[in-house]
């Protein structure tokens, strides 16, 4: 049971539980990662927690021999903010979903993200409802025919990695269920940041929303509609890495150009900047056709987090009081005494 | 005690110092004037000479009305005497009315041949139309019944304070301490403690700090020097016979604050206060986050639930976890304490109730969460109901609300209101050292045989095992979908399902074996009639039967902490009178839940007008209930 940190394996980290998702779903991929990569992280199961809300992604702890939170719908950033603040040195990872965390939670979500608490937070991003069988979300492109839109839906679509931004997150990345080389990078990255890390994962819904990224996660458009940003590395992408991301200071946009053309060389290229928000803004907006789907760590400016303030203050004010004592904390202010 | 009579003999008498058994005062100005400072100060000054003491702060939802208007004034009322004082007063002996507005809202409560003290400076045409008097009541009989004191104390106070370079507009915010200053005098109380507390608060700015004590040293001398009438006299109320020990005075919100903090330590546990502001529990969070050095941590929340869900997550993680608010922000946590019931996880959830449905009342008190706190959850969802009755109880009911969480690994809901929370009384100060421990074992590493089972049982209290994140071996998963009762897995199984509502019922039913039976608070174990209640109505209850028995009836006052589950004797007790009127404010919730319990055929006394039992009313009640059964038995 408590084998030493560097002989743990994937093994350790799956529960005895029969996974119950759809066959086929891209939830088994994601699952099959974190457990391959918390071994290499350094991470043991007892010092592990995975909180969720409700949902298809929210039944991801039963699956991890770690502890595990499945709470209600749209409020694991709550339960997960408790549990960081009444146990710091906890590895809280946060799973959700495009409803749970951005419909239902989204208050919830912003808030966490704004104080920067301490949280690994994986938002499942299939753009439909699964458990509830195929509503749309938050997050599905409007026009969407669903049960509860069977005329399409009007409303326009929220990007997660915006709203994170906006939200004030410190740490923004983007991956996909099927990169199975590039997601264990970015849980890396997400648990090496400390503050809370937010990270979509476009994950395909095989029964009601199947094969909705594949405008940009399809292997023969894979290479020209994505661009996995890395920091200190110039913007490039295409199958023949000849596209890249230019700043039109006219219009204050980015926009793609091709290498060799127009006088455009490598060096024209703008290079990734991670700790830059503006940049950050921008790449987090662009979508396929016109642009790229972006990927990789976005954003990263790490800062103070929630809990570790909160921890500093309240250690400070112990400091100055010294041992906590009721009886005298009763008898500041005025008191009589009665013979 | 006080009795009418004595009271008018005494206004009638010439002796300039007059002894009183007790006496009502209610300072009422528009919610800008420091009404509420002026009370609290003037309770401070009670307190310290040796007076039994209750308040009643009884404020606008809006924290600045439009001044002059009826819905702005803000009112506070103490009752103050030498002997046991536990309301603050059914009708007042002196209205302080700084405004028209004030006097329109107040003067109907004040006792006939009452006094009212008004400020004429403040009854101009303009302040007069705002209040909606036609003409000015200072020159029409409506003050006939009573003995008016009027002098313009807004120019007076502007004469003591002309020295200080204050603006017009600061020099009359110095108003209620002139009038605090008089008020002091007329009680003889001394102002030593006023002033200690004018130099602390306005240290920084020191012709404000000087103007205000000049002021409160000018209302003062006022009423030593002034000719105020034949009929005026000055009144001594002596000391209470007091248990012996140290007092202090003391708000719901204080002790209750207090009370978690010390229930943290008797649990040796940290404590995680989530929470989120409301009237009128925010006192709460004030009071609680100035208590760090007792390892209370407080989150101020995005919102209701979340404030729960916090609490509730640190509880998963080995911490305490606290939550507060009231009605409709219990309502919104509704959920999440489906939540807890169902993973086990000790909570305390503190509901300091209000007027509702809805946004309600906020300000006003009322008991109407009860039938929210016993049943309102989706789902057979039971949680134990605890709810203390005074100011001071609050201490003593937060740490027993927080033992009976952590010995059965539940949340449970404590009741009090917004009478409680702002109400202050003199308190007997606790000995922490006469407290016993409440820690529970956190479970620490894995049993010799099998797996571990997060819903295992301890065979006694059938609460399941606390293993927190961190400890190697016990590593599991809990959520809100059914468990299974062998293996704490997610368990579909309809047999399974039965068993654990079983479980969690009995487990929460269990309780009543291990809380104090049932006492009566006043009176005998059995009798023509007993008057049952809960919650904050435990002063004019308490009360009202004293003086009925003090009249000889035969009456009893049972006032009920445990709501659920009840206390295991309190269904023989209740039989054991011929008669019972259960008494709440609120449409009549506790008596439906005694009916439930007990089929017990009762009459049910309610009020829901934002203010608490008048000792009268109740009286009125008692002697309505005993003629009755007199005329029934003739028949």
Redesign the interface.
Known sequence: ??KPVGHLTAKDFA?D?EVRWCPGCGDYAILKCMQRTLPELGA????T?F?SGIGCSSRF??Y?????????HG?A???????????P??DVWLITGDGDGLSIGG??L??TLRRNVDLNILLFNNEIYGLTKGQYSPTSRAGTRSPSTPYGSLDRPLDPAAFALGSGARFVARTIDTAQKHMPEIFKRAHAHKGASFVEIFQNCIVYNDGVFNDFTEKSVLADRTLNVRHGEPMIFGKNRDKGLVFDQKTFKLKVATIGEDGISESDILVHDETNSTLAHLLATLSPPDFPMVIGVIYCAPSSSYERD?TA??EA??A???A?D??A???R??????? | MKDDEQIMDTFNSTDRLEALDSVVVRFAGDSGDGMQLTGSQFT?ST??A?NDLSTFPDFPAEIRAPAGTTFGVSAFQINFGSDTVLTAGDDPDVLVAMNPAALKVNLETVREGGMVVIDTGAFSTRNLQKAGFDTNPLETPLLDPYRVLKFDISKLTLESVKDFGLSNKEALRCKNMWTLGLMLWMFSRPRA?VIKWLETKFAKVPNIRDANIAALNAGHAFGDTSELGASFKRYRVDRAQ????????VTGSQSLA?GI??AG?LAEL?I?F?SYPITPASPLLHELSR?????V?T?Q???E???I???????????L?VTSSSGPGIALKS??L??AIS?ELPLLVVNSQRGGPSTGLPTKTEQSDLYQAVYGRNGDAPLPVIASSTPGDCFEVAIEATRLALKYMTPVMLLTDGYIANAAEPWK?????DFPSIAVKQKDR?DEDGPFNAYSRDPETLARPWA??????????????EKSTETG??SYDPANHQRMSDLRADKINRIAQDIPEQSVAYGTDSGKLAVVGWGSTFGPIDQAVRRARAEGLDVSHIHIRHIHPFPANLGALLARYDRVIVAEMNMGQLITVLRDRFLLDARSVTKVSGQPFKIRELLDVIHEELNTAISKAAE
């Open positions: 049971m408590n529960s539980q043991t199961p007892a010092n927690v909180v702890p039963y991890m021999a770690t502890y595990g939170f499945h709470t209600i409020r950033p709550a339960v997960a903010t408790g549990v960081k603040l009444a146990n040195d906890l208050n919830h912003m808030h909160m203050q309240m004010v112990k100055e009081h010294g906590p009721i009886n904390y009763l008898r202010g005025y008191t009589w005494t009665v013979e | 401070t307190a310290l040796g403690a007091a248990q012996p020990g140290e007092y202090r005075t207090w903090a010390a330590q940290p995680m989530g208590m760090k050095e007792f390892g941590m989150f929340a995005e919102d639930i979340a404030a869900c916090s609490a509730i997550g640190a509880s998963f993680a080995g911490s976890g959920e999440a489906g939540l993973t100060l606790p000995d922490m050292a894995p927190v994140p961190g400890t190697p071996g016990l590593e599991h998963r809990i959520g809100g979908i897995h997610i």
